[in-house]
């Protein structure tokens, strides 16, 4: 080993350091940005430790690379709206797994006569889920941007064709595996990747796609680390088991918080299924007019509000928190109550409401806010559906029977934003539109909430 | 990969997906998109890989060209994940909209 070579191990050992304790400060709000500064040291620490280590000799293709990658990557961290956020993520797995992929496919045109069974495993593994990731991110991330239906795509015999296509995706990597001499099984094996990633996420409903999100964030996470076993890097295995894991929790997460288990939200085609068990959804809504709405909440004690997707798509954060805030000002204790599932990833309504300059202090997660809502006087249930649906808890026929739900209903009264009678993306009725304490309030959720703001100042 | 080096590997992977376990399950929800954006950059890492393929010694040009392409998603993916991350996080470190006395002049329109 050559002195350069020890400079790159010991880049490699201090950046792995760096990004175990930059995770580790995102335990709190406070610590997580400091954090992230330490994990870009580590970053640069480690670039730096190869450029010097690696025995380069043609520069160009790096510089190039780099200053693309550069212009593209800051562009997009600029200009990305908050409420973009689950589709731009998607793309940043895309984009991390197609790297992955990438340099298993070189590797391969390199150096496939010489790799031993361990190595040429790992390598199938990490550009079969480079490329199954790559593609099924593009396509989550294109259900997100609305540019492919984000209703579920289903056909006769979907799960038969890709199980069929699994099946044939492992037997084109086993066969690599055992023959590496037929370079036609290896480029099969990536074909079918390509394949099976766009047919793995086309049938699963935008309802789902923080299941999704976690769940590429783990295989693009896991196709790095395969890629650290290819080529023997520690920092590549820890970066990505790490990026792995925690896709991996989260998914589990998301998962319990709908009540489902990772292969019904994969297989299940959730959504597209049409409930005809929404026993009690009977009756008449009533409607409430934008005065008498902003009445109650103006006399309330406390409020909380619940946000859903519709909040994102109205782009309604900042006119939320005007609310919330004037309301405030008249002494009205307020709270958000944020659902894990509720948005399209996890966490993806605390962004949009800090964003919007709503203090992390006030909002509150599902456990902790429940006990609150029969001591609450008005629930302002801002797009959200699904995650209030109290058939969850009390229809064990119900298809999201046992989701946990945000128990607004427990609330004395209930206003619902709501564009119009339309169901939630699950087609489920929801009884709690139907209730005698709930009103609805029709109409975009961001003029909604600014006309409530300023009605409620003139009470 | 010889037995020796596999076997090592394979301690760091159940050592770094333990301790993986352990920091993340005590990420708050609150940060979970934060979380996921910035495992995505860190995982970036995987732009090592692709500089020694874009330009080491006894590689091909073919490889050197996969390795652009290589190079450039990665570092999308670590400047554009770093980059947001930190937008998101500069949010959630604000306190109470009071104590950011900056937030408001350019959104008042004077009449004239």
Known sequence: ?459 | MNPAVLIASVYVFALAAFLGYQVISRVPPLLHTPLMSATNAISGISLIGSLVLAGAKGYPLPAHILGFVAVTTATVNVVGGFGITDRMLKMFGKRKPEATPEAKPETKVVKK
């Open chain 1, 1 to 459: 080993m050559t002195i350069t070579t020890y400079f790159m191990e010991a880049t490699y050992l201090v950046a792995s350091i760096l990004f175990v304790l930059a995770l580790k400060g995102m335990s709190h709000p406070e610590t997580a940005r400091r954090g992230m500064f330490l994990a870009e040291g580590g970053m640069f620490a480690a670039i730096v430790g190869t450029l010097v280590g690696a025995h380069i000799v043609t520069w160009v293709w790096i510089i190039a690379g780099l200053a693309v990658g550069s212009i593209i990557g800051a562009w997009m961290a600029v200009s990305v709206p908050m409420t973009a956020m689950p589709q731009r993520t998607a793309l940043s797995h895309a984009f991390g797994a197609l790297a992955a992929a990438l340099v298993g496919i070189g590797e391969f045109v390199v150096k496939a006569s010489q790799m031993g069974a361990v190595t040429r495993g790992a390598l199938g593994f990490e550009v079969m889920l480079g490329a199954l990731t790559t593609t099924g991110s593009l396509i989550a991330a294109g259900k997100l941007q609305g540019v492919i239906a984000g209703k579920p795509t289903q056909f006769r015999g979907q799960n038969a064709i890709n199980l069929a296509l699994a099946i044939a995706m492992v037997a084109s990597f086993v066969f690599f595996w055992i023959q590496p001499q037929t370079v036609a099984a290896f480029y099969t094996m990536l074909g079918l990747a390509f394949v099976f990633g766009v047919l793995l996420v086309i049938p699963i409903g935008s309802a789902d796609m923080p299941v999704v999100m976690s769940l590429l964030n783990s295989y693009a996470g896991l196709a790095a680390a395969a890629t650290g076993f290819v080529l023997g890097n520690n920092v590549l295995i820890i970066a990505g088991t790490l990026d792995g894991f925690s896709g991996f929790i989260l998914s589990v997460l998301m998962c319990k918080a709908m009540n489902r288990s990772i292969t019904n939200v994969l297989f299940g085609g959730f959504g597209a299924i049409i409930a005809e068990a929404s026993s009690n959804a009977g009756g008449v809504m009533r409607e409430i007019s934008l005065d008498d709405a902003a009445m109650q909440l103006a006399f309330a004690n406390r409020v909380i509000f619940v946000p859903g997707y519709g909040l994102a798509t109205a782009q309604a954060q900042h006119a939320c928190r005007e609310l919330g805030e004037l309301l405030e000002s008249r002494g009205v204790t307020v709270k958000y109550a944020i659902h894990p599932v509720a948005g399209r990833m996890p966490g993806h309504m605390n962004v949009l409401l800090a964003e919007a300059n709503v203090p992390y202090s006030s909002l509150c997660e599902m456990e902790q806010i429940n006990p609150e809502f029969p001591s609450t006087d008005v629930a302002v249930v801002i797009g959200a559906n699904d995650v209030v649906n109290p058939d969850a808890r009390d229809n064990p026929k119900s298809i999201i029977a046992g989701m946990p739900i945000l128990e607004v209903d427990r609330a004395r009264s209930v206003i619902v934003l709501k564009r119009g009678q339309g169901r939630g993306f699950s087609g489920l009725e929801n009884p709690l539109f139907f209730k005698p304490c709930t009103a609805m309030l029709y109409g975009d959720a961001k003029s909604s909430l600014s006309h409530l703001a300023q009605a409620v100042q003139h009470v």
